[in-house]
């Protein structure tokens, strides 16, 4: 079982470009997030999706785009970047939000984007 | 919408040291708690959570939080640190339906 998987690991971008984070889950969860880890301010929550066919803007939603492609993928797209998103983003899944004691998050490992 | 503060930022340790972490949440209601734990140059972890019944809960590693409904509080104990526990954790309340995370307390323990 793989889990969370994202791509790619490590990316640097100038201002202005575009990219998409990919992020896949094979446990057949519901819901997928995508949060921004910073120093000194944890973590942060850019997008969700509670579930297949919706996505939900989170704390830190602007400069930001995402797609729920299908239940297993949930991607995170930079559209014109800028050095203020440079930051490490952690994909997460859960099994759904609505059955209760099921909200455990499963996070993937990481990818560092660092945008020049 | 719910936060979480996390008061202690950097925490320093002799190993076999006892532990606490504090965490408190906005407000109350039904409340769905955890710590999450980053070891260096991994993902989050799980540690342990809170969403009904014993308001001790207990995770992995031999560590322990308690919830304190009158203190809107989820501290984190470990009784004995080890370096191994040197680590950054994360306390998270459920907010509808997504999870808001603390800033984190970043914890060393020497040997």
């Known amino acids: 079982n793989a889990g969370v998987t994202q791509t790619p690991k490590f990316q640097v971008l100038k201002t202005g470009q575009s990219m998409t984070l990919q992020c896949a889950q094979d446990?057949?969860?519901?819901?997928m997030y995508w949060y921004r880890q910073d120093p000194g301010m944890g973590l942060r929550l850019i997008y969700y999706?509670?579930?297949?066919?919706?996505?939900d803007k989170g704390e830190v939603p602007n400069g930001y785009n995402v797609s729920r492609l299908n239940k297993r993928e949930f991607s995170l797209r930079l559209e014109s970047a800028a050095p203020s998103q440079t930051s490490v983003y952690f994909c997460?899944?859960?099994?759904?939000?609505?059955?209760?004691?099921?909200?455990?998050?499963?996070f993937g490992a990481g990818s560092r984007l660092t945008v020049l | 919408a719910q936060s979480v503060s996390q008061h202690n930022h950097h925490v320093i340790l002799s190993e076999a040291a006892s532990l606490e972490l504090g965490c408190n949440y906005s407000?109350?209601?039904?409340?769905?708690l955890f710590w999450y734990v980053q070891y260096p140059g991994q993902h989050l972890q799980l540690l342990l959570k809170?969403?009904?019944?014993?308001?001790l809960v207990k995770g992995i590693k031999g560590f322990e939080a308690e919830f304190i409904k009158s203190k809107f509080s989820f501290n984190l104990r470990k009784p004995s640190v080890q370096w191994s526990d040197t680590a950054e954790y994360f306390c998270?309340?459920?907010?509808?339906?997504?999870?808001?995370f603390g800033t984190g307390t970043r914890l060393q323990v020497f040997p």
């Open positions: 446990m057949n969860h519901n819901s």
């Open positions: 999706s509670a579930s297949e066919g919706t996505t």
């Open positions: 407000y109350g209601g039904t409340v769905n």
């Open positions: 809170y969403f009904s019944g014993d308001p």
């Open positions: 998270a309340v459920k907010d509808t339906d997504k999870l808001i």
């Open positions: 997460a899944s859960s099994t759904s939000y609505y059955v209760s004691g099921a909200n455990v998050l499963t």
